[in-house]
């Protein structure tokens, strides 16, 4: 499709709708938690794990075997893969293709953003119908210019596929560039954006650009005046466990926004690892705080 040329949202072939409404009927179904696949090396230690391609294997597996049941999506952390070289993002192939057998959804949090050219590259790389790293949607920076993004929204929406875009992050060094400009912050342009592209999906329970909100993010919303629940996008929000937000934070912090949000924990929940029953009862708990 050329660019510039607006698209339908188009469902993706063997998965019957856009990624918002396969997103928006998982948290339905199964609650609106997000699992992150976070193999760090003192994880895989704690798990008796050799720091190497076999135990990012066994540990990925595993935790895809634990809590594919229960949640609504997965989010492999790209870095903690890439560390291992081509043989991690082989791994990560496997656990995306896995994942997609598992009937969960993925997102691959990459964090992708460059100029347009460039862009197209990693929107092949991570959307594209037959690429081996292909994931139900991806993680994207709009920090050269969201508009940079346009190859990506583009080919997600002609394969039903989604993104989120990184608005305010759950770190704190965050605010110190998306909280520049106060009522007309970076964060609001950003946020006013996803919801223009998410026009092509009205009619769908939710469009399929979503955006990341860290649940730390506390009364940043109020505070920036954002109004999130305009977007009708998905709202990842990390932060939840180990970085301290709870659930009740999350309701206060999200407010009316709060059905929309996709709430995602990593080592709140891999920390109960390796037994597979552990790490089920801890995505089941966190799940019911929610
Ligand atoms: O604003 C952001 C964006 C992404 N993340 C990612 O989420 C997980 C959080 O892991 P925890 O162990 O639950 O803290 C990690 O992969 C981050 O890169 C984020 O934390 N904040």
Redesign the pocket.
Known sequence: MPRGMKHDGGARPGAPGTFGSRLAGAMAARGPLCV?I?PHPGLLAAWGLDDSVQGLRSFSLAVLEAVAPLAAAV?P?V??YERHGSAGLAVLEELLAASSQAGVLSIA?A?RGDIGSTMAGYADAWLRDGSALAADSV?LSPYLGFESLRPALDLAADNGRGVFV?A????PE?ASVQHVGGAESVAKHIVQAAAVENQRYAGQALGSVGL???ATVGTALSDLGIDLAAVHGPI?A??????GATGADMRETFGAAYPAVLA?????I?AAGPDIAALRAATAETLSGL
Request: proline share 3%; hydrophobic share 30%; aromatic share 0%.
């Open positions: 992150g976070d989010k952390q870095a903690l949090d964090k993680t990184l305010l992050t759950s770190n965050g990341v909100v860290g990842l990390p932060g939840l466990g180990a970085q995602t924990s990593s080592r709140g891999l």
